[in-house]
């Protein structure tokens, strides 16, 4: 279809109107803005911060606040630009105030005048919105802390660990702020759950490192938990028994006069044992509390390696002349 | 050799008399202990037993006591197939422990000696007895046991009344110092029989 010329001619006329219309407007709003902008104004802004100067040998025990709020007067171009190219302020920690154990705080607006220092030329720090700053200042400690095992251990029938499992290392050295270091006394592994062992163990097992600790570094993460195995016999000795707490000049007759010392060990170690590896002690004083017309009899030595000790009998009857 | 057998029910107080007899100078042949060591050590004994009650009744070294006991507890034939394996090889054992003896007489201490037939192996038989207030009293403080379950366990042996006339001697057992009076006085009257 032609379109006439007088209508093209129309609607070019139209578009120029429209133009002219809006360098106009857009005139006025610069003007407007620039006007605006040399005025003076009061807002908040949000500063990052960094602290300096921090008191020899301290250091964070927390993470510090990291932001502060000023109440800012100035005029529009200035704060406009204030807002596109803030920096950080740096706050002086020379002056940080004691309170209690670990706890500090700081009142910036005695530094009101360093942080104005920092701002832009014609800015002014009308308020500062926090009056007080408070931190968590102390020493950065190591100490080694024990690892806790937490094993779960089934042995196959007739098999047993002649040694109590070893954990390798055993302890862990932990460094980080004091506050969080006093925390830690152990740590634990994860859970080792064995079922029918009859061989020796070793396992690679994670520790359980405290969420809560985020600022300590540990020597480990993971530690070994080793262990030798292998098939118990049992084995028996007759031996005779002390007692302890008795009147003086006291003549005491007893029923039995030994003990059966009835144990399970490793066949590694079952020639190594002798009667004498053991001890067992009654305590007439405690019968006699209690009231008891027997004696208990204790077993107070033993090999490290014999396990599940059983005496036989567990009650001695006795006599006793004075 | 002078064969004493020596029996009691269960908390009478037949152990401390045992240990009174060792004291002065008796041998004594335990038989729970003997017949508890066969059934640990003999390979004859724990094929039969296995044969009689299953594989569960040894684990790989050792008798599976709960599992024994649990059976022959409700199965009195079980429990008599049972004997009849352990007793012959406990009556051997005695035999060789009689030879190698020389002390003046031997105690043969059996909890059951009536009721397994032990006495025909002794020249004379010693029965301890106590009240049986005493004997709870006793196995109360010993086992940690309920008086029902004392009373059960009382119940499947024979009762004092009922051993006292198969007895030859019977002490009575209410006071250790009584009862050492009484075991001295047997002890004598042993030494000196020929």
Known sequence: MKIPVRTKFNERKANKKQHILLLFLSFSFLFWVLTNLSKEYTTVMSYKVLYVNLPASKTFQNSPETDLDLRINGTGFKLFSENLFRKPLYIDMQKVAFKQGFDYYLLPNAQKLKLQEQLRKGLLIEQLLKD???FELGQNKQKKVPVQANLNLRFKSGYNSSENFKIQPDSIRV???EIQINQIDFLTLDNLDLKEVF????YEVALQLPENLD???????SVKVVGKVEKFTEGSFEIPFEIDGL????????YPKTVQVIFQVGLSNYNKIAA???EVRCNYTVSK???YNYLSPKLVKKPSWVKTVKLIPDHIEYLIQQ | MRVIGLTGGIGSGKSTVLYMFQDLGAAVYMTDKVAKRILETSEKVRAEIISLLGDSAYTKTLPNRKFIADIVFYNPSKLKALNAIVHPEVVKDFKVFLQSQNAPY???ESALLFEKGGKKYCDEVVLVTAPTALKIERIQKRDQASEDEILARMNNQMTDSEKIPLADHVLENTTLESLQKQVMSLHQLFVKAP
Do not use: C, M
């Open chain 1, 132 to 134: 007080t700053l408070y």
């Open chain 1, 175 to 177: 460094t980080g702020p």
């Open chain 1, 199 to 202: 061989e020796d163990v070793s």
């Open chain 1, 215 to 221: 600022k300590i570094a540990y020597s480990h993460k």
């Open chain 1, 247 to 254: 009147p003086k000049g006291a003549n005491v007759t007893t």
């Open chain 1, 276 to 278: 004498e590896d053991f």
């Open chain 1, 289 to 291: 509390e209690k009231k």
């Open chain 2, 106 to 108: 031997v105690i043969y």
